[in-house]
């Protein structure tokens, strides 16, 4: 097993010192020490402490404070500090504030208050992250590198005149020629003809809808402009401080950045997780989102690097975690491949915008309910270090492109309720609530250790991404796609022919007309499922019906089929289902993808099977008899046989027997 520390599992949080008194460190890191704190994030908000004014460096309190967590063997996460820009630096170069679409330059005053394509910006960030590097590169307690902070949590795009020319170049960079551009954005439409590639703007508000290829190329172009500013950040860090990994925190199945990409340039992958306490479902998206995270390093471990002990600040309503839920949901990380279990914050804040955002230490201090439970929990993940490094073997997997995901989701399609999220969720849930573990994989990957493949959607397919399925597929594989998918290339122009385009053999199956059903409305489909938002007047060419339309305009046309490939087998489903359950059934008995204990968990109980650690996880008010693998229960200490009691809100980490797995 590869575990990211050699420490075993860290845990801790943010410590943002410069909202406190130098006295209050020690008082911290005694208190870090009781309750197994093993690694602090320090610095993410640091640069008008660290830089005050121009040319003015002031780092004598992160010198004191470095030694103090190395005095104590804390580790220390340093971040790079870039993610707020200072007053007198934006007062200095006001182009650096980032502008909307309808030309408002946003303000000075909260967060991420940059155009991504400022040089100014990039040229000051770089200044800093230099200067930390040389300094701190090779600190005893340095064991991360934290680069910037939550890239595109506020700010995913700016419309300023060095954005467009930045997007211009990008542009000219992609196509070479205005006349390739001008074939890709199928310019011919409404007179829309590009003699000049300096004639070309960001996509701003207009008077009636934007070319669609011209907004796809706009959102490849602000993942990239983001990307390229973490770049030059991790190559200076490399260039200092080679032998130190470095990381940034996504957040989770985040829509405007290209993970896929973006994850090649991390060597830790980290996440952070805010589950709402109120949504009784929410461990499911949560779980969605550990997976992927898993999977963006190809199943290495991860790192949790911030979620709340309690409650948020920043949703309208904001339910604290009640007891035992914390803990819950960091073994839902852990069990899902974490090695890491982090929070915002250690201490919690007595002024700004996140003075109500719960912390480990909270502002009733130790004899808060909050802080019995960060001292139990770091005392038990004492008792798990041995999880570290373990991985997870799954046999299904989930196709996720993000250009696909920016196509489906732009204007002027047949029905505006296709949104990924809400295709992919019902999907997941049902694998979810089976216990079968499921990784997430891009469109060109290797589906070869899989046997059973689910495309929820694939609205934006390329035809060698389509001739790289097709080939699974004949191999052995099995395909699961849903629908409105190999609608159009990467151009955002529609395959010839009809949907699913390049799939077509494949699926065994063509789309005369799609059939999008208005809010409000259902069509029954076979005789127990219902289809809403979506469905398909669907011709079988070659496939098996397993389910037609029951009423409605389609009554008697297919709805659901399966087409034998090759060796292996093609399902697709024409409409949107709330339980799909059912129809994945059938394929993954076809594929002879097992449920990690055999059969399904108990309705609210997790299984999760992460190397020979078997997690079981009540996410219900009541106690629930689950079966179980043979083992000793990590947690207790107890033998367990095939079958455990967990309590409300319980779980159980058992080491399983070599046979048993």
């Known amino acids: 097993m590869s575990q990211l520390f050699p420490t075993g599992i860290q845990y801790g949080g943010d410590y943002n010192p410069e909202q406190w008194p130098e006295e209050t460190w020690a008082e911290d890191v005694k208190l870090m020490q009781e309750a197994g704190v093993t690694m602090v994030t320090v610095g993410v908000f640091s640069w008008a402490k660290i830089q005050p004014l121009y040319g003015i ?30 007053a007198w630096l934006v007062r200095a170069h006001a182009d650096i504030l980032p502008v909307t679409a309808d030309g408002v330059r946003l303000e000075f005053g909260s967060r991420q208050h940059y155009c991504p394509s400022s040089d100014a910006y990039r040229k000051a960030a770089g200044k800093l992250v230099r200067k930390l590097a040389k300094r701190y590169g090779k600190h005893p307690a340095l064991a991360l590198w934290h680069i910037h902070n939550e890239y595109g949590d506020h700010v995913t795009e700016c419309f300023c005149p060095a954005s467009a020319r930045a997007f211009r170049d990008w542009l000219e960079q992609r196509y070479s020629t205005i006349e390739a551009l ?50 030059t950040e991790r190559e200076i860090l490399r260039e200092h401080s080679p032998d130190v990994p470095a990381t940034t925190n996504f957040m989770s199945m985040f829509r405007a950045l290209d993970y896929w990409e973006w994850a090649e340039h991390e060597e830790i992958v980290s996440d952070d997780a805010y ?85 480990l230490l909270p502002h009733r201090g130790t004899a808060s309910r909050g802080w019995q439970e960060t001292v139990r929990f770091g005392a038990e993940l004492g008792r798990l270090a041995e999880v570290a490094g373990a991985r997870i073997t799954a046999r299904a997997a989930i196709v996720l492109d993000w250009n696909s995901w920016w196509a489906l989701e732009g204007t002027d399609h047949p029905s505006e309720r296709m949104r990924w999220r809400e295709l992919l969720r019902p999907w997941y849930e049902a694998l979810h609530a089976r216990g079968v573990s499921v990784d997430f994989v891009p469109p060109h990957a290797d589906l070869a250790p ?50 699913p ?21 259902s069509v029954r489909v076979g005789e127990a499922a219902s289809a809403t938002v979506w469905s398909e007047w669907l011709v079988a060419e070659g ?30 489903l024409s409409c949107h289902l709330a339980d799909v359950g059912p129809v994945l059934d059938g394929a993954l008995t076809e594929a002879e993808v097992l449920p990690v204990l055999g059969g399904a968990p108990p309705a609210g109980v997790e299984a999760v099977l992460r190397g020979p650690y078997l997690f079981l996880l009540n996410h219900t008010d009541r106690e629930a008899d689950t079966p179980a ?16 009691r967990l309590g409300s809100l319980g779980a159980a980490v058992v080491r399983t027997s070599p046979t048993e797995r």
Not at 316 to 325: A, D, M, T
Not at 548 to 571: E, K, Q
């Open 543 to 572: 496939a098996e019906v397993l389910l037609s339309y029951a009423d409605g305009t389609l009554a008697g046309r297919p709805a659901v089929t399966r087409n034998a490939w090759g060796r292996g087998s093609a399902r697709y």
């Open 182 to 231: 001008n074939h890709a954005w199928g310019t011919a439409f409404w007179s829309q003809h590009y003699a000049s590639f300096a004639h070309v703007e960001p996509p701003r508000t207009a008077p009636g809808p934007v070319n669609p290829t011209q907004l796809l190329d706009w959102r490849r172009f602000c993942s990239y402009a983001l990307l390229r500013l973490h770049r």
């Open 501 to 521: 385009g390049p799939l077509r053999q494949v699926l065994g199956v063509v789309v005369d007309e799609f059939w999008p059903i208005p809010d409000g409305e």
């Open 450 to 499: 899989y046997r059973l493949v689910l495309a929820p959607n694939l609205y934006l397919l390329r035809a060698e991404h389509a001739r790289r399925i097709a080939a699974y597929v004949h191999r052995g594989g099995h395909l699961v796609c849903g629908p409105f998918s190999g609608v159009v290339d990467e151009h955002d122009h529609l395959h010839t022919g009809g949907a």
């Open 57 to 86: 460096w002031e780092f004598g309190w992160l010198d004191r404070l470095m030694d103090l967590f190395a005095a104590h063997g804390i580790a220390v996460d340093l971040a790079t500090a870039t993610a707020s820009p200072p």
């Open 629 to 644: 693998l043979p083992g000793t229960d990590l947690l207790s200490g107890e033998q367990v046989h095939d079958r455990i």
């Open 275 to 359: 589950p709402d306490p109120a949504d009784p479902t929410s461990h499911v998206g949560a779980a969605l989102n550990y997976d992927l995270m898993r999977s963006l390093k190809g199943g290495k471990p991860w790192l949790l690097l911030e979620q709340a002990p309690s409650a948020v600040s920043w949703r309208p309503v904001n339910v604290p975690k009640p007891p035992g839920l914390q803990r819950l949901w960091s073994l839902q990380a852990l069990a899902r491949g974490a090695d890491g279990i982090m929070y915002f914050q250690w201490r919690q804040s007595r002024a700004g915008a996140e003075k109500f955002h719960s912390a």
